[in-house]
Structure formats: C-alpha cells, structure tokens
C-alpha cells in the first residue's frame, strides 16, 4: 500500500529485511523515512503516503515516533558499516504543504535535526523523553491534554536511551 506508519516500517519491515539479509532493503526504507521528516522541527508525521498521495500525512505523532529511525540507523550501521548512507543527500517534509522540500540535507544533518528535537522535548529538568502526542498502546492516551509535556513513558524512555547509545557508538 501507500500508507507507512513510521513506528510500524521501522520495526516489522525492517526487522524482517535484516532477519533474511537484504540491507540495501533497509538503506532503501532508511531514506524514504528521512525524507518524510518534518522541516520545521524534525519530527516526523504519526504515519505518512507517498508518491501521488505524498500531501496525506498525520500532522503529529506520538512520542516514541521520534526515535525508531534513529534506531533503525543505528541498526544498519552496526550491521553493515555503510557509513556512506551518512552523506546521502535527502529532501524533508513541509508541515505547511505535506509535500517534499527542494531543499536537501545530508541525513547525517536530517539526524542532528532529530537528535535537537530530541533534547529538545525532554522533561524540564531531565533527560526524560516528553510523552508528546501519545504512546504506542492507544489506551494509554492522556485525558488531560496539559500531561503531554508532563508525562513521560517510561517504555519510550527506554527506547531513546538503548537507541542514543547504539547510536553513539
């Protein structure tokens, strides 16, 4: 189909690929992903279409959304040691317009984009990832808007952290 939930490619497709070694598969998914990124912030939409269909995108995502590229990034580095993919020039997505930029960055600077947004959503006073839009289990939505820049998950805590470490590495 046209429609990828980011948090979902970055985990069954992407799992699967590696699992029957096809990282070029993976390279291939790592770059559609990163030129889905928002312009203005660096996050990325909750799910996202594609070719003629790219102007249909959620307009925000959940908390824990932010970290799974990093992660798969961190994944097919480790695995491959392509460290080539860090220059690929990539177009982001407009929050305005939902379609690509002309604009191009490396995805090393798509990354540092990520990785501010990151720090920059952090629970005042700590390192803890703020639960922004929500989380992956729909039942753990808050009722009371005001907690998602107070509330933190500790499962996507957990993610940023192992993630920031394979990644620093």
């Not at 490619?9 to 070694?21: D, I, K, L, S």
């Not at 305005?96 to 990354?111: A, D, G, R, S």
Request: glycine share 4%; hydrophobic share 35%; proline share 4%.
């Amino acid at each position: 189909g046209v429609v990828w939930g980011t948090r979902d490619v970055c985990q069954g497709p992407v799992e699967y690929f590696f699992a029957m070694n096809k990282p070029e598969i993976v390279r291939s998914i790592i770059l559609t992903i990163y030129s889905n990124q928002f312009d203005n912030d660096g996050n990325w939409p909750q799910w996202f279409m594609f070719d003629k269909f790219e102007e249909i995108k959620a307009d925000e995502s959940h908390g824990d959304i932010i970290v799974w590229p990093l992660k798969v990034v961190s994944d097919y580095l480790a695995m491959t040691k392509d460290f080539s993919i860090l220059e690929e020039p990539l177009a982001y997505s407009s929050r305005e317009t939902f379609t690509q930029t002309k604009e191009k960055e490396t995805l090393l600077q798509h990354i540092d984009k990520q990785i501010t947004y990151i720090e920059n959503n952090f629970l005042e006073g700590t390192f803890l990832s703020c639960y922004g839009d929500g989380d992956w289990d729909d039942t753990l939505q808050p009722a009371n808007q005001s907690l998602k820049k107070n509330m933190a998950s500790s499962w996507t805590v957990a993610l940023t952290y192992q993630t920031l470490k394979l990644f620093s590495e």
